[in-house]
């Protein structure tokens, strides 16, 4: 069989590694815009369940990358200066390029072809296949020349991000909101090798527009950022890699495939970062796709049954992270709660984790959290 797969990203190049571990005469092609040794933003995240699918549906992958990832239990949240720890949770990190750089030496290895520095605008123009695949991230233009038949509907969150990193390694994967006198900022950070970290921006639609973020060039937003998060950086200078400000698109598409092209990963769904859960979804996605296409012979087929086996559980996280997305958009809010009524409000956010499972994972946070609340947590409570 011979698949044509545009972006190399996490799902590009997942899949065609799966493809190649399933039949090594597939002759299989990755065609990446970006130069080899290159790539946007900085460390990715992983909860510790997101790794479990790896480690079940493919050991190889897990056993090249679970080794070179950083990892920790606990999170923090920082409101306004008040630290809460919470423990429980389990992370897991890596930088997104040394993560594709180990998928690029793995594809190789196999013999999948990989061209780099070309930019194509329809996965199509790659000439006769079996399977055309648009791995081609979050603003795929194949997917957008067939938007009616895919069934494309795009969303837009309403606060600003901007991904940063910076040298200064933190010990836990740490939430801190700050109050500034422009409206609250929040840092998603965390270490992902021994000496970086993802610093990650965010700010909701009226701090955005108060402070002007999107006419700021790089180095004003950069000292911004630097001075609103001066006692958490603790001198350290935080790190552009063609760093903007952006609104986060929510991607949706009713159908998977049209004709004998096919969506993977972002292209077909985007998940807001704060769950940690794009590149898992995004390497699920190529898993399940080769898995299909070995099982089932007709390509047509195969194509159905990748759909109704994703779906199900993709609707879930989106799910979960459009909810995540609209907690984050009403920080400013909620920065005038307790702060550990701020920190249950956020564990609790998506829906996923009750206060039977919050008090599992840190009792001390759901004590504080009973404390708060004598009206529903009585004596006679358990
Ligand atoms: C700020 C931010 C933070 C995030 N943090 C996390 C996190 O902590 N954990 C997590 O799991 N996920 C995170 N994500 C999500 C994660 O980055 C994506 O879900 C994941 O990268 C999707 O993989 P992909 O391969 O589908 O797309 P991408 O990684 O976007 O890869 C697509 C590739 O296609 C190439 N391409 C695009 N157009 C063309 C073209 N026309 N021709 C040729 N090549 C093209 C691009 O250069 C790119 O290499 C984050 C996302 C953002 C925006």
Same mark, same amino acid.
């Given at each position: /069989? ?10 590009? *190049?997942?899949? @065609?590694?799966?493809? #190649? ?5 597939? $002759? ?54 008040? %630290?809460?720890? &919470? ?6 990190? &890596?930088?997104? *390029? ?21 930019? *194509? ?23 957008? =020349? $067939? ?116 969506? &993977? ?25 080769? $898995? ?9 087929? @195969? ?6 086996? %994703?779906?199900?559980? /993709?609707? #879930? ?5 459009? &909810? ?6 009403? /920080?400013?809010? /909620?920065?005038? *709660? ?10 609790? $956010? ?16 759901? =004590? =504080? ?14």
């Amino acid at each position: /069989m011979q698949v044509e797969i545009l972006g190399g990203g996490p799902a590009g *190049l997942t899949l @065609a590694i799966a493809l #190649k571990l399933h039949e090594a005469s597939h $002759r299989v092609r990755v065609v990446e815009r970006g130069p080899r040794g290159a790539t946007w933003g900085f460390g990715v995240v992983f909860s510790d369940r997101a790794l479990d699918f790896l480690r079940a549906d493919a050991p190889t992958l897990h056993a090249l990358l679970a080794p070179r990832m950083q990892s920790w239990r606990d999170l923090t949240i920082v409101h306004d200066g008040t %630290r809460v720890p &919470i423990g429980g949770n389990g992370f897991a990190s &890596i930088g997104r *390029l040394e993560l594709l750089t180990l998928l690029q030496h793995e594809a190789e290895r196999l013999g999948v072809t990989l061209e780099f520095d070309r930019a *194509l605008s329809d996965v199509n123009e790659l000439g006769t296949a079996d399977l055309y695949v648009a791995a081609d991230g979050v603003f795929s233009a194949s997917r957008d =020349a $067939r938007a009616a038949a895919f069934g494309t509907r795009i969303d837009w969150g309403r606060n600003r991000f901007v991904w940063y990193g910076t040298t200064l390694p933190f010990d836990t994967l740490t939430l801190t909101f700050r109050q500034h006198a422009l409206g609250v900022f929040c840092a998603h950070h965390y270490r992902y090798a021994r000496d970086r970290s993802t610093f990650l921006v965010e700010v909701d639609e009226a701090t955005a527009e108060r402070a002007g973020v999107e006419a700021m060039d790089e180095a004003a937003s950069l000292a911004l950022c630097e001075q609103v998060f001066a006692a958490d950086l603790h001198g350290h200078r935080l790190l552009s890699n063609r760093s903007t400000w952006r609104r986060f698109p929510i991607v949706h598409n009713a159908r998977f495939a049209a004709g004998r092209t096919v969506l &993977i990963g972002d292209a077909l769904r985007s998940a807001h970062f704060s769950i940690g859960s794009g590149t898992r979804l995004a390497m699920e996605d190529a898993i399940a796709l080769a $898995r299909a296409l070995r099982d089932e012979p007709d390509v047509d087929r @195969a194509l159905l049954r990748y759909q109704a086996e %994703r779906e199900p559980p /993709m609707r #879930k996280i989106s799910d979960a992270a459009r &909810i995540s997305l609209c907690w984050y958009e009403r /920080m400013g809010e /909620m920065m005038a *709660l307790d702060p550990h009524e701020f920190a249950y409000g956020y564990m609790t $956010r998506s829906g996923r984790v009750d206060h039977a499972e919050v008090r599992r994972r840190d009792p001390r946070l759901a =004590a =504080a959290y009973e404390r708060l609340h004598p009206e529903r947590f009585g004596e006679s409570s358990p």
